[in-house]
């Protein structure tokens, strides 16, 4: 293919810049897909859309943005051995060297060339345009029970919970807590109910997430943030607390409140990026006996096996998706999205 496409960029002052560039011709062992779906992250909004704050793997390099795309391949470069033109693919957002150790293991995130990590829409051009160059190494394939906003998805923020609830072991003989109902929290709360949990409690500071996770099903107790929360969170579990917790919402109180609510042998998973925690070490978790993860992002099998745990379970991430606007709206998407006044907001290029 040749010609021009619109992209979206970041310049970094709260404002979406939409450019014509060339469309990307597919090398070796690459394919170009056209962008038929790709949502904002919030990362995108704390580390690019009001300001360039990134280093390192958070880096922006005013590329074009986006890291959480799906489309369908148009055309693929010599050496492609698995994908072909007209399969539906989703975008494991950070391409890997592929031989380190991380990458060897299938997860690219945590790819440790400095030479050849780079993460879509932040060091390499993502999917926030019209067409998108990407590695068949990248790609995880899309069933047709899938939408092209159920793969996008699954490309970072369901994939990234997944790989959190699958370390704590969340199942049928627990209590979760969800501490910050954005678009991960929900994304949270959603796999929680498919992985049986038996009692979902979410808490977020914003009335209107309340109310969407309640609309939605996903928690059974939706609590305002305050301070007054451990002991909401405990006369819900009987007194004794949740088995498992999950954070996701980067706050200071809120972690440390997930970390006390929980009771002994727990776990908690801490998802939420940037910010800080204060706890205290021994009373907080040695002596209850207490294990906390981090987890960050996750890997090219998991999100394989992701894909089809959604079929299995009927599950459409698409569903915590609240507005979509087309490209030459990409603003419009943001600001929403900064103002953190919805779910899960996507940007649909292509639309069908």
Known sequence: MSGMMKAAF?????DVEIREVSIPEPGACEVLLQVKASTICGSDIR???????????????????????????????????????????LVYHISGCGVCNDCRRGYMISCTSAQYRRAYGWQRDGGMAEYLLAEEKDLILLPS??????GAQVACG????????????????????ITGLGPVGLAAGALCRKLGANKIIGIDISAERRDL????????SVVAAGPDNIDEVRELTGGLGVERAVDCSANAEARAMAIRATRKWGKIAMIGE????????????????KAIYGSWVTSTWRMEELVERLMR????????VTHRFPLDKADEAY??????????VAVCPNAE
């Not at 029970?145 to 159920?150: E, F, K, R, S």
């Not at 379970?313 to 915590?320: M, R, S």
């Open 213 to 220: 996770a309640s609309r939605l099903g996903l928690c059974d």
């Open 313 to 320: 379970w009927n599950l459409h991430p698409e569903d915590i």
């Open 335 to 344: 600001s929403l999205m900064a103002s953190g006044r919805c779910g899960k």
């Open 47 to 89: 580390c690019i859309y009001h300001e360039h704050l990134g280093k390192g793997p958070e880096g922006y390099q005013g590329v074009i943005a986006g890291h959480e795309p799906a489309g369908l391949i148009v055309q693929t470069g010599p050496g492609c051995r698995r994908f072909k033109a007209g399969d539906r693919v």
């Open 274 to 289: 940037g910010g800080t925690v204060t706890f205290n070490p021994s009373p907080d978790i040695i002596h209850d006996q």
């Open 145 to 150: 029970a899938l939408t092209y906003l159920d």
């Open 10 to 14: 970041l310049p970094g002052n709260s």
């Open 158 to 177: 369901f994939g990234t919970v997944y790989e959190a609830l699958e370390k704590i072991g969340v199942s049928g003989n627990d209590a979760v807590l």
